[in-house]
C-alpha cells in the first residue's frame, strides 16, 4: 500500500524566514508521480509541482523549490523569503500507477500547516 | 479556462437524509475524482468516473455512490446520512490519461445534524 508521511504537523516563522516542508513516501510502484498542493482558508487545493519517479532533478520557481531524492524516498518544498500569503495547508501526494484499468487516486499525506508570521 | 465548479458550496443535512453533490469539471476533462476531507482521516479518495464509468472506487461504504454524464459533469450521493459524514468534499478533474495532474475544485462543505 501507497502512504505519504509529513511529519510536521504545524510550522511557523517569522517572513522572510526560509522554510521547509519534509515529505517521505512509501510505494512499490516503479513509475509514479509526486505532487505538492497548497491548501488556503477557502479550501481549494491548489496545484503547486508535479515530479515523476524518472526524474530527480531539482526544480525551482519564483520563491519555490522542490527538492526529490529517490534514496531516502523523499520529496521536499523550501519556501525562499516567505511571506504571509504563503500561510496555508501544504500537502505531499503520491500517484500510483493504474489498477483495474482506473486511476488509483491520490495518496495524501496530513498535510503541514504553515503560519508566516508578519 | 474556468476551473473546476462544485455545487453546492455549503450544505446542512440531518441524520438519515441523503444528498447529492456537483461537480463540474475543467473543459474537455474526462475524468472527475472525488475526495472526503476531515480533520481525523484527512483527504481520501473514494472514487473516479472517465467517460460516465467508474473505473476505481476507494474504500468507503455503499452509501457513497457517484455517476458521471456525457458532459462530464459528476455528481455523488451519500444516503442514509451519519453524523460521521460530515466533511469537505473536494471534486477534481484531469485529462483522463495516467497518472494525469488532478485540478480541484473549492468543494462543498456538509454538515450533518
Known amino acids: 500500500a501507497q502512504k505519504v508521511t509529513q511529519a510536521q504537523t504545524e510550522i511557523s516563522v517569522v517572513e522572510k524566514e526560509d522554510v521547509t516542508l519534509d515529505c517521505v513516501y512509501e510505494?512499490?510502484?516503479?513509475?509514479?508521480?509526486l505532487f505538492w498542493y497548497k491548501q488556503p482558508p477557502s479550501g481549494e487545493l491548489v496545484f503547486l509541482i508535479r515530479?515523476?519517479?524518472?526524474?530527480?532533478q531539482n526544480e525551482i520557481s519564483g520563491r519555490y523549490s522542490w527538492n526529490f531524492q529517490k534514496s531516502t524516498s523523499s520529496f521536499n518544498f523550501t519556501i525562499t523569503a516567505s511571506q504571509v500569503v504563503d500561510s496555508a495547508v501544504y500537502f505531499c501526494?503520491?500517484?500510483?500507477?493504474?489498477?483495474?484499468?482506473?486511476?488509483?487516486?491520490?495518496?495524501f499525506g496530513k498535510g503541514t500547516h504553515l503560519i508566516i508570521q508578519p | 479556462k474556468a476551473g473546476v465548479t462544485q455545487t453546492p458550496r455549503y450544505l446542512i443535512k440531518t441524520r438519515g437524509q441523503q444528498v447529492t453533490l456537483s461537480c463540474s469539471p475543467i473543459?474537455?476533462?474526462?475524468?472527475v475524482s472525488w475526495y472526503q476531507q476531515t480533520p481525523g482521516q484527512g483527504l481520501q479518495f473514494l472514487f473516479e468516473?472517465?467517460?460516465?464509468?467508474?473505473?476505481n472506487k476507494g474504500n468507503f461504504p455503499g452509501r457513497f455512490s457517484g455517476r458521471q454524464f456525457s458532459n462530464s459533469r459528476s455528481e455523488m450521493n451519500v444516503s442514509t446520512l451519519e453524523l460521521g459524514d460530515s466533511a469537505l468534499y473536494l471534486c477534481?478533474?484531469?485529462?483522463?490519461?495516467?497518472?494525469?495532474?488532478?485540478?480541484f475544485g473549492p468543494g462543498t462543505r456538509l454538515t450533518v445534524l
Open positions: 477534481a478533474s484531469s485529462p483522463g490519461q495516467e497518472l494525469d495532474t488532478q485540478y
Open positions: 510505494t512499490r510502484d516503479t513509475t509514479y508521480y
Open positions: 515530479r515523476n519517479s524518472f526524474d530527480e
Open positions: 501526494a503520491l500517484s500510483g500507477g493504474y489498477s483495474g484499468g482506473g486511476a488509483d487516486g491520490l495518496t
Open positions: 473543459s474537455g476533462h474526462r475524468s
Open positions: 468516473y472517465f467517460s460516465e464509468t467508474q473505473r
